[in-house]
């Protein structure tokens, strides 16, 4: 089985989360996305951030339940940071390809992230383009710590199970954010 895991706040879900998930799920001919609701991100202020359980309701509203799941597994597993997730995931699920799954937004943040480089040897990659995002990351910390790895895209399809692998998505972009979505207070987009 191939699994790609979309981990993020969802705060809230929206439209743009879909379309990544499906084109992931598409493109690199997984199975199943999981959108891994966070309890909570180290890197975020928890204020303004909905409580755990409307943040995955908004996720759920999303997914369709089969090629696309949203999940509170780290909050199951008792995980804070993705090394520690993915580890956990690894040893529980050994048979399942993963792929995780990001924006550029966050290749340009990685580095932040504790044990970022674990990660980057852990498991393989698809980096997703974001409006204003793409060039930053392409030229980041992470990226450049990567670049050997970096796959081409026509080959997308064998990233699964083998890190470290990393490959950039082409795709539409769209300028939806949750951000955005709370600061007008329209809550998810459908």
Not at 63 to 90: H, P, S
Not at 104 to 130: K, M
Request: charged content about 20%; aromatic content about 6%.
């Amino acid at each position: 089985m191939r699994v790609g895991l979309l981990g993020g706040s969802f705060n809230p879900a929206h439209a743009g989360h879909r379309q990544i998930a499906a084109l992931a799920r598409k493109r690199l001919r997984l199975d199943q996305v999981w959108l891994l609701v966070s309890p909570g991100n180290p890197l975020k202020p928890a204020r303004g951030m909905a409580p755990l359980p409307q943040r995955l309701a908004s996720a759920r509203a999303i997914a369709d339940g089969r090629r696309v799941v949203a999940t509170a597994i780290e909050a199951k597993l008792g995980t804070r940071f993705t090394a520690d997730t993915l580890r956990l995931l690894l040893q529980r699920f050994p048979r399942v390809g993963f792929v995780w799954l990001m924006g550029a937004d966050l290749l340009t943040q990685l580095p932040r992230w504790q044990r970022w480089r674990e990660i980057l040897c852990g498991i393989a990659f698809a980096v997703l383009p974001r409006p204003g995002y793409n060039r930053a990351a392409l030229k980041g910390q992470a990226a450049q710590v990567m670049r050997h790895q970096r796959r081409r895209e026509r080959t997308a399809t064998l990233i699964p199970g083998n890190p470290p692998a990393w490959v950039f998505l082409h795709a539409p972009q769209t300028p939806i954010s949750a951000t955005a979505i709370r600061a007008s207070g329209k809550g998810a987009v459908p």
